[in-house]
């Protein structure tokens, strides 16, 4: 069966940091790309990055979230990771990692799997 676990997510003041990790099973990891979506309440699903795993490459959906936030990939470990840095009460959102078999995906209906989401919350 197809997994992806996201996990890391917690409380954290703002100006902290928080580490989210995606761990996936079931499938050719090295064969796709992993991103990573966030959803606060009441607004839309939100992409901020992926990563491929063929080769390697990083996306930013925005400019400002690339200078906080780091994704990286374990490909031993079947992981892939986000940094998140300065974290603001804005960053408050479920957070959720999917993967794409797309070397780069531009959309969220372009990632075939999807896993549970991990709840990140940013005290001012």
């Known amino acids: 069966d197809v997994q992806l676990q996201a996990f890391g997510g917690g409380l954290v003041q703002a100006g902290g940091s928080l580490r989210l990790s995606c761990a996936a099973s079931g499938f050719t990891f090295d064969d796709y790309a992993i991103g990573w979506f966030r959803q606060a309440p009441g607004k839309e699903r939100e992409g901020i990055s992926c990563i491929s795993n063929t080769n390697g490459r990083t996306y930013y959906a925005d400019d400002s979230l690339e200078g906080r936030f780091t994704i990286s990939s374990d490909n031993a470990k079947n992981t892939v990771y986000l940094q998140m840095n300065s974290l603001k009460p804005e960053d408050t959102a479920v957070y959720h990692c999917?993967?794409?078999?797309?070397?780069?995906?531009?959309?969220?209906?372009?990632?075939?799997?999807w896993g549970q989401g991990t709840q990140v919350t940013v005290s001012s």
């Open positions: 999917a993967a794409s078999p797309l070397a780069r995906p531009q959309d969220g209906r372009e990632y075939e799997y």
